[in-house]
């Protein structure tokens, strides 16, 4: 796996087939992006298509390149996602993304994003304790990290006040608890080990993948505040990598609203269920921290363009591997983790990535 | 690969993985159709996704299950897609498919699929004297061919006399040139060769594919009478087979306008380039005649659903190769081909099926 920026030798010719990832057709009226993507790269005749699985959509088509460089089918793979929302107006993205909900009764009833986070967000209060102080540290932490990334979207400190004296958009939610509406685009190069150095002087290596679902409605949960599917797509990739939680030295998490950050340390094995934000207490989440997670900055900052940000994360990862970060870079960074998950968590993928 | 009707021992704990094509948001305020086919199913937690290539997404899903299983990552995988298109107004339906052209010029023009279907008849027609008489043989016979396919959704005798009578959509198609608006779903089962026996009594073989794109935009192209994409897709295809286009014994094309399945017979390579009208002429694709196409009754007649189709495709080629298509059954089908385009054809993939 490398990054554009760190390739060469790479020619049009040596991409033998491009996945792109893309969640709604409603932000530009287009689909079939994967012809999209290979026209204007001039990648044409290779085979091309689009994964859609709301905001996991980037690393569904990265498993796919992989599933295509193990096939053997290909030796040489595009992989990217890409969102253009600032189009439309505030409501009509709200309405693009809730496409993701259960249309026969959550859509019917009203839901939103933001209003099922926050009773995820809720549950978790009221079973762990967790406040909205903890939440309003997320926040600060993405903010500050994202200062340090040029290609953030939202480059601003901002305070613990700043997050909780800013308007309510779905109790406990806030508008500093949220992702933006973002544009953006990512693309990863994928290869085989064997070739990876023909390519790249710095490549990394994804040594475990995980992918899970779970039921389309938060409303037909055991639990609203355990994400099944991305802890059981963290366990899978874990597994496939040999590796423990405590090994992994730098994460890209699926922050879309605060909440999700506190849910991803429980995921992902850095605290037990429950626990999560009881790292933010003792800052163990800031880089220089016990396990940094998002020093891009995270959805929250660095932005989230839906079907990007799964690539956007291992953007960041392979950078932190090969030490490219600058100021944000996690020191002595070996193996990364990146977990994305679309809808109500109703699909999770997550990949362990190693500096060799 | 195999049917469900033909499966047996299969328990749900066994399907891995899931791969769902579907088309469009539009029909039903829907996206994340792996998670919801997953749950549906009683899949969960097996991971999830959807795949969008337009009309061609459900070949696509079966592409990216073949992937899975060639990969190693899993022995049993769930492929399918789904449409619920009569829930909307025609012209709704017409705006949804349209998403698939060129956003920029295309749609901002006004056009429809039935006009960019139309001008390729038009080129076509110009080029190579097809005429309005041959595209009204394609109609009668795959209407003809659905009589005897309780699955179809239109079972209903036309002359070609109807056809050339019914009203014009976009010169020179008329109405029984155009496959209808339908609901429809379609699954197969894949799984190692190796341990297919264990699941049916009559699996079958897929033994090549291919997969290409083209520009999205008709207008890009150099000649808009020659779908270059499905060509190279079937070219592909045959060579993984390691057949020739002669060998094939049954193929199910898309037949989305006649015009379609006259193209299809030449990026086949059942006819030359500017032939393919030709073969109609001493009816060569009807069922008993040297290549039968679409016995299914087509995308014309068995139904476009739209991300369902190309798997209703590999479902009938399964049953002509096992013997089960009573009397629309090709006699000694051994070789099948199913051929699934998407967009302007921006997306292509042909499948080769064998019963051994």
Redesign the interface.
């Known amino acids: 796996m490398e990054a554009w920026n760190g390739c060469r030798n790479l020619e049009k010719k040596n991409i033998q087939?491009?996945y792109v990832g893309s969640?709604?057709?409603?932000y530009?009226?287009?689909?079939?992006y994967?012809?999209?993507v290979?026209?204007w790269l001039g990648?044409?005749?290779?085979?091309?298509?689009?994964?859609?699985?709301?905001a996991a959509s980037g690393a569904?088509a990265l498993r796919?390149g992989i599933?295509?460089i193990?096939?053997?089918?290909s030796d040489v793979v595009l992989v990217g996602g890409l969102e253009k929302m600032s189009d439309r107006s505030v409501n009509q993205v709200t309405d693009a993304l809730m496409?993701?909900g259960d249309?026969v009764l959550e859509?019917y009833n009203g839901l939103t994003y933001p209003s099922i986070y926050g009773m995820m967000a809720t549950s978790h209060a009221s079973k762990y304790g967790s406040t909205e102080e903890d939440l309003a540290s997320v926040a600060v932490k993405n903010h500050k990290n994202a200062m340090d990334n040029s290609k953030a979207h939202i480059r601003k400190i901002i305070s613990k006040e700043d997050v909780l004296n800013s308007r309510v958009v779905a109790s406990p939610l806030k508008l500093y608890d949220s992702s933006p509406i973002s544009d953006g685009a990512a693309v990863a190069i994928l290869t085989k080990p064997e070739i990876a150095s023909k390519f790249s002087d710095y490549p990394t290596f994804i040594v475990g993948m995980?992918?899970?679902?779970?039921?389309?409605g938060l409303y037909?949960r055991e639990d609203i505040s355990w994400p099944?599917?991305m802890a059981?797509?963290c366990s899978e990739a874990y597994k496939m990598a040999g590796i423990e939680p405590r090994e992994v030295s730098v994460a890209e998490v699926h922050d879309a609203f605060t909440i999700n950050e506190i849910l991803a340390y429980e995921t992902a094995g850095f605290a037990k269920r429950g626990n999560g934000h009881l790292l933010l207490h003792d800052s163990q989440t800031e880089i220089g921290g016990k396990i940094p997670v998002n020093p891009s900055g995270g959805l929250k900052a660095r932005g989230h363009p839906i079907g990007a940000t799964g690539i956007c994360q291992v953007y960041e990862i392979h950078n932190q591997l090969i030490g490219n970060c600058g100021k944000r870079q996690v020191s002595g960074a070996r193996l990364g983790l990146t977990m994305n998950e679309?809808?109500t968590y109703?699909?999770a993928?997550a990949h362990v990535i190693s500096a060799e």
Request: proline fraction near 2%; hydrophobic fraction near 35%; glycine fraction near 12%.
């Open positions: 087939s491009i969640q709604s057709e409603r530009e009226h287009q689909i079939v994967g012809s999209v290979a026209d990648l044409l005749p290779s085979g091309s298509l689009r994964v859609e699985g709301c569904l796919l599933l295509e193990i096939s053997g089918i496409s993701a249309s859509q995980g992918h899970k679902s779970d039921t389309i037909e099944r599917a059981e797509a679309g809808g109703a699909v993928a």
